[in-house]
Nanobody, 129 residues
Framework: VQLQASGGGMVQPGESLKLSCEISGVNMVLTTVGWFRQAPGKQREGVSCIEGLGLTFVADSLRERFAITRDNSQNKVYLHFNKPKHEDTAVYYC????????????????????????WGQGTQVTVSS
């Protein structure tokens, strides 16, 4: 199982941005994938996760600024930033447990520190005016 994250960079507050995660080695229809982030000095946290057939979870405090989509035919999952703020500056990672039919909420809330998960390399997003 491999994940490759891309699309990070520097954006101004309020600008849109889209991150991509390409996944290989899984059955995409059965596999839940999530986006996580880690800001300097803070713990890694779940941002948004999506199940194989499209059911999504977004962290409560982030629902107005983030959305997640996927294209199973392209083996990709996307994280969409809507009007990001300075506090969204972080390294963003995509992750999966590669297990069939994991609930999106479970992946995002409970599995950040779990064994048996697969992580992409991370992509830096800096929100700065």
């Amino acid at each position: 199982v491999q994940l490759q994250a891309s699309g990070g960079g520097m954006v101004q507050p309020g600008e849109s941005l889209k991150l991509s995660c390409e996944i290989s080695g899984v059955n995409m229809v059965l596999t839940t994938v999530g986006w996580f982030r880690q800001a300097p000095g803070k713990q890694r946290e779940g941002v948004s996760c999506i199940e194989g057939l499209g059911l999504t979870f977004v962290a409560d405090s982030l629902r107005e600024r983030f959305a997640i989509t996927r294209d199973n035919s392209q083996n990709k999952v996307y994280l969409h930033f809507n009007k990001p703020k300075h506090e969204d500056t972080a390294v963003y990672y995509c992750m999966t447990d590669a297990a069939p039919l994991t609930y999106a909420a479970t992946l995002c809330r409970d599995m950040t520190l779990s064994d048996g998960t697969y992580w992409g390399q991370g992509t830096q997003v800096t929100v700065s005016s």
